[in-house]
């Protein structure tokens, strides 16, 4: 089978119960094309930017999925990060603040190079 390239998008808020059913929706997108060797880059976006946070928190019980696919974490809007407060925590996590375009991440780097963009 051909290798795929993949752009996982978290937009998802951190305020309720379907967001969190989001971001572990792209988490297991993400682990599943990790596990078949497939290019995969997690970017966290808009409010979603707010779950590097919550996931940083050793005591969340994701914590661990995010740890795992941290090598395919490339990064979190620096415009968003700074919006919705989480800026200082996206830095002490070792998470890239992406501000290719504009302050934000460039998707079209993504779909130039060949990459589904994957939103949740």
Known sequence: MAKAKAAV???AD???HGDLGRVVNALTTAEEFAEAGDEIAIVFDGAGTKWVRELGDPAHRYHGKLEALK???AGACSYCAAAFGVEEEVERAGVPLLDEYQRHPSLRRYVADGY????F
């Open 9 to 11: 998008v978290v937009l």
């Open 14 to 16: 951190t305020e309720s």
């Open 71 to 73: 090598p395919h974490v």
């Open 116 to 119: 589904a963009v994957l939103t």
